[in-house]
């Protein structure tokens, strides 16, 4: 079966670096999205991976290793906004959607 | 402004009630989905469609259908409602099926009673 773990939840501190780790196991990779959600709010895109490697978008960063099915968001420079869900989905072989089920990350000043 | 928009908001609804929730969206995507969300689960798929004229089946389909006859509008319809059905529903578009990024709508909270 197809599989994303991401942990359920995290916790931070305003101004620290937190990491989010998402795994998969998936028949076929054709790119991984990291999207954010705030509560009761609707999904909004926050990046794609697609090769090998990270990359930066302002105090955000994805990396990717498809050898290992792992990817991982960072925020830099936590601020009180930051608090939100955020959801690993993958690209299957189909070119389907596989959702992990989110990761809720608190901010604490 | 561009982006979709999801009717109604919230709704409550007595078991075997029929339901339409509605999606517009003035981006001329071309594909489009329906997703419900649940606690502790990931977003599942329920239907989608790659183009105007065309639908499909996704992940957890049963109890639900669609219609696809313009660009713009992606209505999803419970017949018969039934309480698994209370949910979070988000609409979602993208310029095109496969490996793009998602647009979604506010998301509409139903409650099946």
């Known amino acids: 079966g197809q599989n994303i773990d991401q942990p359920t939840e995290m916790t931070a501190t305003e101004g620290a670096i937190v990491q989010i780790n998402c795994t998969y196991q998936?028949?076929?990779?054709?790119?991984l999205f990291w999207y954010q959600q705030h509560a009761g709010e609707a999904p909004t895109f926050l990046s794609y991976n697609v090769l090998d490697g990270l990359e930066e978008k302002g105090r955000f960063s994805s990396f990717l290793s498809r050898s290992k099915g792992y990817s991982y968001l960072l925020l830099k420079e936590l601020q009180m906004k930051d608090s939100a869900s955020y959801l690993c989905?993958?690209?299957?072989?189909?070119?389907?959607?596989?959702w992990g089920a989110g990761t809720k990350l608190i901010i604490k000043p | 402004i561009a982006g979709i928009t999801q009717a109604p908001t919230s709704q409550i609804l007595a078991a075997g009630r029929r339901m339409t929730l509605r999606c517009t969206q003035d981006m001329r995507h071309n594909a489009m989905y329906w997703y419900r969300q649940d606690l502790g689960l990931g977003l599942r798929l329920i239907h989608y469609?790659?183009?105007?004229?065309?639908?499909g089946k996704g992940e957890v389909p049963d109890g639900y259908s669609v219609s696809r006859a313009n660009t713009d509008d992606f209505p999803l319809t419970l017949a018969s409602a039934v309480p698994s059905q209370t949910s979070v529903y988000f609409c979602?578009?993208?310029?095109?099926?496969?490996?793009?990024?998602?647009?979604f709508g506010a998301g509409s909270r139903l409650t099946v009673l």
């Open positions: 989905a993958v690209v299957d072989s189909n070119y389907q959607l596989i």
């Open positions: 979602a578009s993208s310029d095109a099926a496969g490996a793009n990024v998602l647009t």
């Open positions: 469609s790659n183009t105007a004229g065309t639908t």
């Open positions: 998936t028949s076929g990779f054709n790119g």
